[in-house]
Structures are given as C-alpha cells and as structure tokens.
C-alpha cells in the first residue's frame, strides 16, 4: 500500500465503555469518599501547591474516574499533604487518604 | 362554629396562611409567637423572587386574613399535657391554652456566617449577608456598601456543607443571589456582579428567566468554584479565592462588596419544643415528617400536625401551599374525630 504520509491522531475523547478504572476501583473500595465529589473546586482553590504547580485534587479524582490514571497522578505529584483540601472540602471527604492511595497503588505494576 | 381550637406555634408564613384557612373552615387559631410581631422572616425582607413583589404587601395580606386568631407575642411553648389527643398547652407567661390539635410552623434560623470564619463575616469591612442587603433595600442605609464598583455573591454558605453540619441545599439562595444581584446592578449601574456557585439550582418557573436577565441585560458573571477563602487587602478590597472548576484554574478577584448568600437551617427552637411535643426531628434537625407523599403534614404524634420550612428549606410559595394542606389535614383529622 502506497504510504502518503499521513497517519491517524489518536483520539482525545474520553471512551467511557474501554475506560481503565482499574486504579480508581481499587481506590474508591479502600476509600469510598472518592465517590462523594461534587467538583466544587474548594480543595485546588485552597492548595498550597496549585498557584504554582499543576496539582489539583478536583480533576486529579475526575481524571482517574474517567480511566485517565497516568494524568491524575501527574496532577497529584506535587502535593505536600498540607491538609488545607480536607479542611475546605464542603462533603468532608478524606482527601489525604485518596492522595495516598492513588500515588501508592500507581507504582502498581498491574495496573500499568 | 365548631368550636374546635387549633394551636399554632408559629407566627411566620406558615403559622399565618394555615390560620386563614382554618378560620374559614370554621375553626379558631391561636397563634404563639415567640418574637414581639408576626410575620418571621418575611419581615426581613425587601422584594421576592422571580416577580420582585414587596415581601410587606404579601405580609400585610396574610395578617389581615389571620387576624380573627388568637394571638400570643413574646410567648413559648413550655409545656404539653396531651391527655388523648386532647392537648393543654402552658405558655412561657403562664397562659395555658386547650387546643384540640396543634400545627407546628416554627421555620428556619438563617445560618449565621460567622461560622463559617474563612469568609469573613464580622471580620472585614465589606462582607455582608443577603438578608444584611434585604435590610439595605429597606433602609436604604449601610455603611458596608459604598457605591461598590465590583461585587460578588457566594452561594451555599452554610448549605450544603458537612462541615457546619448542614446537607441540605436552602433552596431560595440560588434565585435570591440573582435577585439581588440585578437589584444591586439597578441601584449601581457601574457595578460589575459575580456569583460564585457549585451548582446553579433554577428549578421553578421564571427563575430561568431571571437568570437568562441577569446573563443577558446586567451582564452578571457566573463563575463555576466555592470560594475557599476570603481575605482584606490594605485598601479594604475584599479579596477572593475559588477555582474556576470550568477552566481548571485557580482564581483570584478584588472586590468592594461581598454578599454571602446564608442558608436555612433547622430553628434553633426544635430541640426544646420537639422533646416538648414528643414530635421527632430527623438526622438534620428538621422535624421527621411521617409520610412525604402524598403529604408532609402529619407527625408520629396523633393530633400533631406541621407545616412549612419546620420540615426543611421551602419557597414562599411552597411554604404557604404546605401550610394550606396542613389545614386541610386538619380539618379532616378534627371531623373524624368528631364522628369517631
């Protein structure tokens, strides 16, 4: 086949039905409060790290609800466990927890 | 005549309409109230929402068809004996009334903001609550507002909140905060309004449209983030902090007013009155209805009826449907026991 030198761009949707929960299964069954966010923002508005950094706790546990393990532990890898987000978070969710969990099990060879 | 009394601890929106309509079903009220005048929180409040009707004329209209009632001022409810749904009722100044069935209408308590310190309230020169601006309207008199060029309005102060305890979304505060934020858009028409929000909760008719008015005519700016923080800077602007959720930022803005939009919670009251009454409070303070469909008027305690926000955040229109059920439940809970 003639090559004409284009290529196909991998898709920037998010695929809902092959989206790779693996990491935020084993995260929301040790720590169900995952589950409780209502995207209110109050956690990254608070956080001592994201004027300056990409961390956000917010889209880091949106992100990884959609099966985008690898760019919610990029937003997370900044975090110094100040405590701020789990003071601020309107649901009282357990954010030092969640953080813990996800950057832990991420080294997880399965589920890379 | 039937000659029958109901007693209504109350003398709020609720208190008021079920009064009207239980006199011309033929019974005679009697209001306890524990503030020096009826009214409630209506008294507080200047315009409503969506039509911008005064909260006075709607008040005055209430008083005028509950004044065949028997009122109490200044007066709680210390004690009830309830001898089979028979019920004598002492009073804080010693006044013992007899009723034949009781309506609860005590509403809400307006969250205090103090509460919530991070916002400020009480500690910066510019940050006020709705119902500060309501009485500004009033007034016309407050030396927080001084011809504010930018102004922001946080929604869900203490709603919504885990951490004041309170679940509950208020309802009204939504609608309230677009309110007033073209209010205060007329009043200054330099001003430049912001409304902080987590969810944008129009959800009767006519509220779109005031929200699509305050969009699209007073150019009010709706910004998707819960204010984390709020602070003052040397030239008294108040300073505030959210995520933009919608472009994934942090954001900062300097402003001259701050409105915060405080919430309903349970009336302080319930946990004396309930163990009184033997009526339950649910897990959020508000009082247990028995069965929410088809109608939430009916207590654990026979005789006991309740009405209005007593049994969580309500509109005024809704609250004053609820209490027009509760006299209807009334009515027919009297004639069966008449013919029982």
């Not at chain 2, 209430?62 to 210390?78: C, E, P, Q």
């Amino acid at each position: 086949m003639a090559d004409f030198g284009f290529s196909l761009h991998p898709s920037s949707s998010i695929d809902l039905d092959n989206a790779d929960k693996r990491l935020y299964k084993i995260v929301s069954e040790l720590e169900p409060d995952i589950k409780k966010c209502i995207a209110c923002g109050s956690c990254t508005a608070s956080c001592s790290a994201s004027n300056l950094t990409k961390v956000s706790f917010r889209q880091a546990i949106l992100k990884l609800d959609r099966g985008l393990s690898e760019e919610a532990v990029m937003l997370l890898k900044g975090c110094m466990l100040c405590g701020k987000c789990t003071m601020t978070c309107p649901r009282g969710i357990n954010t030092r927890n969640i953080i813990n969990l996800i950057l832990r099990y991420s080294d997880n060879k399965k589920i890379k | 005549m039937s000659g029958k009394s109901v007693l209504i601890i109350g003398g709020g929106a609720a208190g008021l309409e079920s009064a009207a309509q239980l006199i011309s079903l033929g019974y005679k009220p009697v209001i306890v109230e524990k503030e020096e005048s009826l009214g409630g929180n209506i008294k507080n409040w200047d315009r409503l929402f969506p039509d911008g009707i005064e909260a006075k004329a709607v008040l005055d209209g209430l008083l005028k068809r509950s004044s065949f009632s028997d009122i109490y001022l200044n007066s709680n409810v210390i004690e009830v004996k309830n001898s089979n749904s028979n019920f004598t009722v002492t009073l804080s100044n010693n006044n013992v009334v007899k009723a034949d069935s009781i309506l609860i209408t005590t509403g809400f308590d307006v969250f205090k903001a103090e509460r919530k310190e991070e916002y400020g309230y009480g500690i910066y020169d510019h940050v006020i609550t709705n119902v500060d601006l309501e009485k500004f309207f009033l007034s016309k008199h407050d030396e927080r507002i001084n011809s504010p060029k930018k102004i922001g309005f946080v929604h869900c102060v203490g709603s919504r909140d885990e951490k004041i305890c309170n679940r509950n979304c208020s309802k009204v505060c939504c609608v309230t905060a677009v309110k007033q934020a073209i209010e205060l858009k007329e009043m200054f028409p330099d001003s430049q309004a912001y409304c902080f929000y987590m969810d944008l909760r129009m959800f009767n008719r006519g509220f779109e449209d005031i929200y699509l008015e305050a969009q699209s005519q007073h150019g009010v700016r709706f910004i998707r983030g819960r204010v984390s923080e709020v602070s003052e800077d040397i030239d008294k602007k108040v300073v505030v902090k959210c995520e933009d959720t919608l472009s994934s930022k942090p954001m900062k803005i300097k402003l001259d007013l701050l409105v915060l939009m405080s919430g309903m919670l349970n009336n302080s009251s319930s946990t004396q009155l309930s163990p009184v009454l033997g009526v339950k409070l649910a897990e959020d303070g508000f009082y247990k209805c028995e069965e929410t469909i088809p109608g939430g008027n009916k207590t654990n305690v026979n005789g006991v009826f309740i009405a209005g926000t007593a049994t969580g955040p309500k509109t005024l229109p809704e609250t004053i449907n609820d209490a027009r059920s509760a006299a209807i439940e009334i009515h027919n809970y009297l004639n069966s026991t008449i013919n029982g």
